[in-house]
């Protein structure tokens, strides 16, 4: 019983060898065959790595000429910088110099140019006021203009005026019968002289009588006769009607103002007319008369 039961043990030992043997071999064939598959792999792995190595080779050849060709490009630079620093240094000191040396020269400099600026300034505001000054000459130059065209066109109508008045002086007047140093002033109301229109109350009409003959001497009625420019009489409320001689034919004429004189050999006459009427501006012809022919005639202008 016992040598069985040792017999058995001694069976279930060797097949549990046989079992651990074949399991064993059946290891053993599956890990040589994974090592056969993972050499295959590491054969073709270290293919790949010895061209990859070639490649980083060839890489570090042309890496190895690139760094020495920078290096000696890194040498010149030093020596490039060496000497752009050297320049700059230099640049430097000289323009230290020059600050130093010019500083007085730069504050005359400042000064001249804040001066010159003031100047400018000044300048300006003269141009300014130069050219304000020349507008309002250019203003009063055209009025100017205006007002010698005026005066032109009056001195026209004056000049016309007194042409016909000579004319009719000697057209109208005796040789030996007429009016000397005729003058006609417009007086104010208190007898100033005055040429404006509107302050213009009354007419003073002097002159003289001389060496006159003895055939014209004694009473005569001499008349006063305004008009305007164009020969129309003024504003009377009770106009003298009266005939005089011209060239032996008779003429009528209109005065404002008749007065009976003892006429001498010499004498100086002088009649005053207040106005009725304010005249306005303008000229006028103002004249006097005897039955037998004008004594004298003169012009007179109102502003």
Not at 73 to 79: D, F, I, P, V
Not at 206 to 226: C, E, H, M, W
Not at 255 to 272: E, G, P, W, Y
Request: charged residues 25%; hydrophobic residues 40%; aromatic residues 4%.
């Amino acid at each position: 019983m016992k040598q069985q039961q040792i017999l058995i043990a001694v069976a279930i030992v060797l097949a549990l060898l046989l079992i651990g043997a074949g399991v064993w071999g059946f290891q053993q064939k599956k890990a040589r065959t994974e090592l056969e598959a993972e050499n295959t792999a590491l054969s073709g792995t270290v293919q790949e790595l010895e061209t990859l190595r070639s490649e980083l080779v060839s890489e570090v050849d042309s890496l190895s000429e690139e760094y020495y060709a920078l290096a000696d490009q890194n040498s010149a630079l030093e020596g490039s910088l060496v000497e752009a620093q050297d320049a700059i240094a230099q640049k430097e000191a000289a323009i230290r110099n020059i600050k130093a040396s010019s500083s007085s020269e730069i504050n005359n400099l400042r000064a001249q140019i804040q001066e010159l600026i003031t100047i400018k300034a000044a300048l300006e505001a003269d141009i300014t006021k130069v050219q304000t000054e020349n507008d309002s000459l250019r203003a009063v130059a055209g009025m100017l203009e205006t007002d010698l065209n005026v005066a032109r066109e009056e001195n026209e109508t004056l000049s016309a005026l007194n042409r016909s008045i000579e004319d009719e002086v000697d057209r109208l007047t005796l040789a030996n019968f007429k009016a000397s140093a005729f003058q006609v002033e417009l007086e104010q109301g208190n007898e100033k002289i005055t040429s404006k229109a509107r302050r213009a109350r009354s007419i003073r009409v002097s002159f003289d009588l001389t060496n006159v003959p003895s055939k014209y001497q004694g009473l005569r009625t001499v008349y006063l006769a305004i008009t305007d420019d164009k020969g129309t009489p003024i504003a009377a409320a009770n106009p003298v009607k009266a005939q005089t001689v011209a060239n032996g034919k008779k003429m009528d004429i209109i005065a404002v103002k008749a007065k009976d004189v003892d006429i001498t050999d010499n004498q100086r006459l002088s009649f005053v007319y207040d106005l009725e009427e304010k005249l306005d501006p303008g000229y006028y012809r103002v004249a006097m008369y005897t039955d037998i022919g004008l004594l004298g005639a003169s012009s007179v202008r109102l502003r």
